[in-house]
């Protein structure tokens, strides 16, 4: 029996996400197919579009070689429908996961080593490379930016809210604007991490969230005044 060649990557992180479909052929993928996912609508339309994307080329789900999931930064709601649908999709024929951050993507996209997405609330998720020291990644305010030195040279955007903040905290950075990365961008960074077989264990897979959700951030208890003897 022929070696599984074809692979399968979900992103459903951003204000849009997609599903692709794509062809193993060395050490490089071919994209054969990728479908937008309207924001807000991934519970609703995730499993069809992944049915969808496999009819097309006529193979069932088991014959896949790996599923790459962008695992975050992003929406809550849509990195947990994204993660839970790969689950649910590897789990039962055992297929392998290769888990990647967004920031990442975005940074391979472009080629550049510094990136940001808007995280709302006046913040962005931010990807810092220096040379060949790893990247970094945090969530950053007007606060943190301006602290944070030296400030990178050029920094990629791919939104408006991210690119005003960036722009007002470090006016000197060329700031690059770049079309938001999509799942067969997240295919093609995972490629040499498919053929390595470094592979993601489901049991342990979760979202790359850098900031607490609302309900733990609003939930938490009041601290109970102290008693006064």
């Given amino acids: 029996m022929a070696e599984p060649v074809h692979v399968l990557a979900i992103d459903t992180c951003g204000p849009s996400g997609s ?3 794509g062809r ?4 490089s993928v071919a994209i054969l197919a990728q479908t937008e996912l309207a924001g807000r609508s991934y519970s609703a339309t995730l499993i069809a579009a992944v049915s969808e994307l496999l009819a097309s080329v006529a193979i069932e789900l088991k014959q896949l070689r790996a599923i790459v999931a962008v695992s975050g930064p992003g929406s809550f709601t849509g990195v ?3 993660l839970s649908a790969v689950k649910g999709l590897a789990e ?4 392998p996961v290769v888990a990647l951050s967004r920031l990442a993507v975005l940074a391979f996209k472009s080629n550049v080593p510094t990136v940001a997405l808007d995280a709302h609330r006046h913040e962005v998720f931010l990807r810092v490379g220096k040379g060949n020291e790893a990247a970094r990644e945090f969530l950053a305010g007007a606060a943190e930016l301006a602290a944070f030195h030296p400030v990178p040279v050029s920094v990629v955007v791919c939104d408006d809210a991210a690119a005003a903040l960036l722009s007002s905290s ?5 700031l690059v604007r770049v079309a938001a990365p999509t799942a067969a961008d997240a295919m093609e960074l995972a490629v040499p991490l498919i053929l390595a077989g470094q592979f993601a264990d489901l049991v342990l897979l979760d979202g790359h969230y850098l900031r607490r959700s609302d309900a733990e951030i609003f939930g938490e ?9």
Avoid: Y
Wanted: no cysteine; hydrophobic share 45%.
């Fill in 24 to 27: 193993l052929s060395g050490p």
């Fill in 170 to 174: 470090w006016p000197a950075a060329d």
């Fill in 19 to 21: 599903v692709a479909l």
């Fill in 221 to 229: 208890p009041t601290p109970a005044a102290p008693r006064h003897a």
């Fill in 80 to 82: 947990r429908i994204g």
């Fill in 92 to 95: 039962p024929s055992a297929i």
